[in-house]
């Protein structure tokens, strides 16, 4: 039941908050989880202790794995074409010196923050900043592979928001899953590079061509 909360909220993108009121709330969601008006509903608590237990056993990988091996088997997963993209999740700003800034981007934690453990697990030293289209993120980038028919995520890989769309690429795209049907992405993806990897995995590209003016199509 609780792996079966964490497809309701990775399918929805809720948070833990929200899906307990979710599941208190919609008939559907119960009858997905098997539980009836009467019985007892796992807390936001309880959600984030099962999904920090996952975590620690590195189990979330491992059983979203079964779960897609499983829809690929009942023929959910159509196999008619993926599609990847990149979306930024922001996270709190940190208030940190410009000194303490340029040592997190060598890889390094500041002295002061390894001294004083408290202070360390209040900072988030993997969240990157970025600039896009005149605006400033912190945070990081999911980055997806779904079936264009179904629209599900059949892979994923998560990143510092720093690293561009195109590098996640090669990490989602599987020879043996993906082999002889089209790729889509926006033009973000293209270069000579990714069009050889495509290629050799025998993947039909379909990767959009940036626009310039003055051309036609």
């Known amino acids: 039941m609780m792996f079966k909360i964490v497809i309701l909220q990775r399918y929805y993108n809720l948070s833990d908050d929200t899906t307990e009121y979710a599941i208190l709330d919609r008939l559907s969601f119960m009858w997905f989880l ?51 993209d990149a979306t930024i999740v922001e996270t709190p700003r940190q208030r940190n010196s410009r000194e303490e800034n340029e040592q997190i981007k060598t890889g390094e934690v500041p002295k002061e923050w390894k001294e004083n453990p408290n202070k360390l697990r209040q900072k988030d030293v993997d969240a990157a900043w970025l600039k896009k ?9 999911d980055h ?36 002889g049907q089209p790729f889509y992405a926006d033009s973000a993806y293209r270069s000579e590079e990714i069009e050889q990897m495509l290629s050799k995995k025998n993947i039909e590209s379909q990767i959009h061509e940036k626009g310039y003016r003055g051309t036609s199509i």
């Not at 005149?134 to 990081?140: D, I, L």
């Not at 592979?145 to 795209?173: F, G, R």
């Open 133 to 141: 289209n005149g605006e400033t993120f912190y945070g990081y980038k």
């Open 34 to 84: 098997g539980l009836t008006i009467s019985d007892t509903v796992p807390d936001a608590k309880t959600i984030w202790n099962f999904k920090n237990e996952l975590t620690k056993g590195d189990m979330v990988n491992k059983l979203f794995k079964k779960l897609d091996n499983r829809l690929d088997k009942e023929g959910v997963i159509m196999h008619k074409g993926k599609m990847a």
């Open 144 to 179: 997806i592979k779904a079936d264009i028919k179904t629209k599900l995520i059949t892979d994923y890989e998560v990143t510092p928001a720093s690293v561009h769309d195109s590098e996640a690429l090669e990490n989602l795209v599987d020879k043996k899953e993906d082999q």
